[in-house]
């Protein structure tokens, strides 16, 4: 959960910069009487990442959005003022992350927005290691989720087990011929699409990868995550079979 202090709002989280950091780049500087500005409160209130609210009426309301914006201004060389300078270490992290990346930034500020809207409702419940993903912990969520996908998941084993045996994508590990019966149809899947395309889309099977326990967790590791092209040459290069089941 986001740090707060009693009677104060909890400090912005990455999925709430993300947005804010957007509207900065495509419209500037605007005041809290800006309907883009009172529109993306709205938004940032509707996003469901902090339970506590203390001060409610405060609480991402447009002269917090327009002040937070003037934080993005104190970082941007090409702005001509100062702007607030007093910003916190998460902004600097997502202006370094996005701003020269604009294409991306608008994609998942996108699927964050389409998320508020209730078009496709965020999953509530925490992910381990959601805090460390620079896209946010809602897009992450929802990532984890369709990964769980059991129906998904059938589907993409019986695929595989048509070609052959059932065994990681990337290392090649077959829990089976480790375990026996025990890793029997074990393996773990793994959703290749980006966080910023997962916004209402249908999954198609070749949007899955499957992979043992640690190939999947350095497949969510990296900024951004390696595809699994990318994790077949770190494990070539290192000249072994590098993978153990967790």
Known sequence: MADSKPGRNPTWAVDELVPALDLYLRSGLLDDSSAEVQELSNVLNALPIHTVHPDVERFRNPNGVALKLANFAALDPNYPGVGMSRGSRADGQVW?????????????AAGL??????????????????????????????????????????????????????????????????????????????????????????????????????????AHRGDPWPDVEQLQSLIDAAGKHTSVPL
């Open 113 to 218: 927005r389409a998320g508020a809207s209730g078009e496709e409702p965020f999953p509530v419940l925490p992910e381990e290691g959601e805090d460390e993903i620079s896209e946010g912990r809602l897009l992450y969520r929802r990532h984890r989720t369709r990964e769980r996908s059991r129906a998904l998941s059938n589907r993409k084993k019986a695929e595989a087990r048509s070609r052959g045996q059932l065994a990681g994508e990337v290392c090649g590990f077959d829990f089976q011929v480790t375990y026996g019966e025990l890793g029997r149809d074990f393996i773990e899947c793994h959703h290749v699409r980006p966080l910023s395309a997962s916004g209402p889309t249908t999954t198609r099977l070749k949007d899955l990868a499957l992979l043992c326990s640690n190939c999947h967790r350095m």
């Open 96 to 108: 370094d992350r996005y701003h020269t990346d604009r294409d991306e930034l608008r994609r998942v």
